[in-house]
């Protein structure tokens, strides 16, 4: 009965990959409804392995249906899910030893940069009420990287005067979306992919964008419109309410951590 306590290198290895495995799905659903489902369906998994463990045949025979059986209805429940997390697969350059340490931010020893959530959000206002359309992309844990490639490169920490001139109608550089990633902005002119969505007439092609690019990944964004000056935020390629700036502070804050 003792025999699991035994542990070879390849079950070390074996219980790193799928720490890994979790770890990345854990990233993937953080902020949605499915967090709850996942954290239910590891708990039982759990479960099912130390009874199996424990040669409790009965529990682990039920268990073991369960889980088996469900395969094929967890596929339709987390079907946008398993698409973002094939297409963080198939954007990360595993060839580049850079590239792919970066997909693994928690083996990072330094410590992130916080997003300058007040001065983006103050950025947004102002370009409301000068009616300046905006489309800004916050990258979270999946890489950007294939739409990165579209636009221009950038290095720039996030500050208002910046984040109004590039929106600003006349510059060079207001088309297209702004990527930011750890409080910098690094990259404009980003063409995004557009949603197929059915969305009112309301909204152009900077929300459609904004809506494409947040049901291909777990990015946020913020749209300024330029027909009414009202900011929009998007995640998971839906709209998000918020009551008032103060709120949107918050929820961004929330989603960014």
Partial sequence: MLDFLDFSFLDILDVVLVTVLLYYIYKLLKGTVAINIFIGITIIFLIWKITQALEMEMLSGILGTLIGGGVIALIIVFQQEIRKFLL?????????????????????????IETDVDTLVNACETMGRSKTGALIVLERGQSLEFVKVTGDSMNVEINQPILESIFFKNSPLHDGAVIISNNIIVATRVVLPLSNKDLPTRFGLRHRAAVGITEKTDALCLVVSEETGKISYIKDGDFVLFDSTFSLVETLKSDLT
């Fill in 88 to 112: 963080m697969l198939g954007t990360t350059n595993f060839t580049s030893k850079r590239n792919f340490l970066k997909q693994l931010k928690f083996l990072k020893s330094e410590a992130e």
